[in-house]
């Protein structure tokens, strides 16, 4: 049986919690693989990158808004397959920022309690993680 060779990618995401415990959901914008589905904010770790990191830049470059490490708390992760890549995902918790979230690239976003995240149509490697925010907010 042979393997099919698939590239590791590395995604930071965050789970982005406002003063009413509702988290942050970005829709995938028209043009990019997934659009219209809802997903946590991050993005692709560059090379010389820390996953804290990448979320600190894609959180800046996405929604506006200013973290810092110490900000940022590990929660869970997801492995998913899919077609042509293998995806790799950490999944922090953030619940201290500066700024206002704005869809900086059109993106729509909304803020959402964690029961009802069922409700947004996500990509396939961002449902599991939705038992860990249900359970802890």
């Known amino acids: 049986m042979e393997t099919q060779q698939r590239r590791m990618l590395l995604v930071a995401a965050c789970a982005l919690?406002?003063?009413?415990?509702?988290?942050l959901l970005a829709?995938?914008?028209?043009g990019k693989e997934l659009?219209?589905?809802w997903e946590f904010p991050g993005g692709?770790?560059?090379?010389?990158?820390?996953?804290?990191?990448t979320l600190i830049r894609e959180l800046q470059e996405e929604l506006g808004i200013t973290t810092r490490i110490p900000c940022l708390a590990p929660l869970t992760f997801a492995s998913h397959t899919y077609e042509s890549f293998h995806l790799l995902m950490p999944l922090y918790i953030c619940r201290r920022y500066e700024g206002?979230?704005?869809?900086?690239e059109g993106q729509a976003i909304k803020w959402v309690r964690s029961r009802d995240l069922r409700n947004y149509p996500m990509p396939p490697a961002d449902e599991p993680l939705i038992p860990f925010l249900q359970d802890l907010l």
């Open 35 to 37: 659009a219209g589905l």
């Open 44 to 53: 692709k770790v560059e090379q010389g990158e820390t996953p804290e990191e």
């Open 17 to 23: 919690v406002d003063s009413d415990n509702r988290i």
């Open 27 to 30: 829709q995938r914008p028209q």
């Open 100 to 104: 206002i979230p704005v869809g900086q």
